[in-house]
């Protein structure tokens, strides 16, 4: 199964200040299973940690660029996936996945409260904004989930999570990581609890 292309424009500036198409045309940085028909990502852009660059023309996002699966702080990866349905991840979906996604880390640190309960759980030190842009794919969490379709976003801060694509055709999500500073998920539950903790006479 091919994935569609993504079609990306980047803009910048000619040396007199204008605005001007630097490039119009598919994204050259996209990867596709050799596994799990249909699975795959583009990615369009990414920001190293740090100023951004308006002056260069260079492409971060260029064809043989090694992107990482996930920012580190700092860092921003803009990525559009293709999620086909669950019933066609083989058996042992979890490890293929994080196998080719070098997420294993990831994978670990989503599985301490899911109770197993999907291959995709994982965690990650991001904000993530996540945009459906075609089919229907359900968010799960340690406690609950949301079925979105076309136009709906979610707001991912650093949570165990995983995508269910129970439908019978693929769900193109776009999303935009930026990286946070390393918390686990107990870590933020005790800044939690200190911070609901009153105050103690002096």
Request: avoid cysteine.
């Given at each position: ?24 045309g598919?994204?050259p ?7 799990i028909?249909g699975?795959g ?45 669950d019933?066609v ?34 965690r ?21 989930e ?41 870590q ?15």
């Open positions: 199964m091919t994935r569609p292309p993504v079609r990306r424009i980047v803009t910048g500036h000619d040396d007199h200040g204008r605005a001007i198409i630097l490039s119009d598919a994204a940085n996209h990867w596709s299973s050799e596994v028909p699975f990502a583009t990615v369009p852009w990414l920001t190293a940690a740090g100023p951004i660059d308006h002056v260069t023309d260079a492409d971060p996002a260029a064809a043989d660029a090694e992107i990482p699966s996930f920012p580190a702080a700092g860092e921003t990866i803009l990525r559009i996936a293709d999620f086909p349905p019933a991840y083989p058996d042992e979906a979890g490890s293929v996945i994080f196998s080719e996604l070098d997420g294993h880390d990831e994978a670990e640190a989503g599985a301490e409260h899911s109770g197993s309960k999907h291959f995709w759980f994982h990650t030190d991001s904000l993530d904004y996540a945009v459906v842009l075609e089919g229907e794919i359900t968010l799960l969490v340690d406690e609950g949301a079925t979105m379709r076309a136009g709906d976003v979610a707001v991912q801060r650093a949570t165990s999570h995983a995508w269910s694509n129970r439908t019978d055709r693929t769900a193109r999500v776009l999303f935009v990581l930026i990286g946070t500073e390393p918390l686990t998920a107990s933020i539950a005790e800044r939690r609890r200190e911070a609901s903790r009153p105050l103690e006479s002096a």
